[in-house]
């Protein structure tokens, strides 16, 4: 389960092993160990550098497989969702006017939600 988790993630963010490696200052064969499940136990230490590396909260890299699935998932839906934006011409300038419109749209369920209670 970790060992899978960092793999995917480390491809994600386009690392390799050598790479992941040098920036966590973590064997590469210890790494790998970790990768393959052959080493099921690192420390919280080692998860802790490694997911420092991969800019991921600790709790992601010990995600199960079923939430880790929903988070690819997920974060890929938001890739789409950016990737949506920006072929519709919205700049970068303008994200924070649309947050604002999704905390209202947000703040007015809350209330209808509320409400009808």
């Given at each position: 389960m970790i060992g899978k988790n960092i793999n995917v993630l480390r491809k994600r963010k386009g690392l390799s092993l050598s790479d992941l490696s040098h920036q966590s200052g973590i064997s590469k064969s210890y790494l790998s160990n970790i990768e393959r499940s052959l080493n099921q136990n690192?420390?919280?230490?080692?998860?802790?550098?490694?997911?420092?590396?991969?800019?991921?909260?600790?709790?992601?890299?010990?995600?199960s497989d079923n939430n880790f699935n929903k988070l690819q998932?997920?974060?890929?839906?938001?890739?789409?969702?950016?990737?949506?934006?920006?072929?519709?011409?919205?700049?970068?300038?303008?994200?924070?006017?649309?947050?604002?419109?999704i905390e209202f749209i947000n703040w007015q369920n809350q209330n209808i939600k509320l409400n009808n209670n």
């Open positions: 690192p420390s919280i230490q080692i998860l802790e550098k490694v997911a420092s590396v991969l800019k991921v909260d600790l709790n992601v890299l010990l995600e998932q997920t974060d890929q839906e938001l890739v789409d969702f950016i990737s949506e934006l920006k072929k519709s011409g919205i700049e970068k300038d303008n994200i924070q006017e649309y947050r604002q419109l």
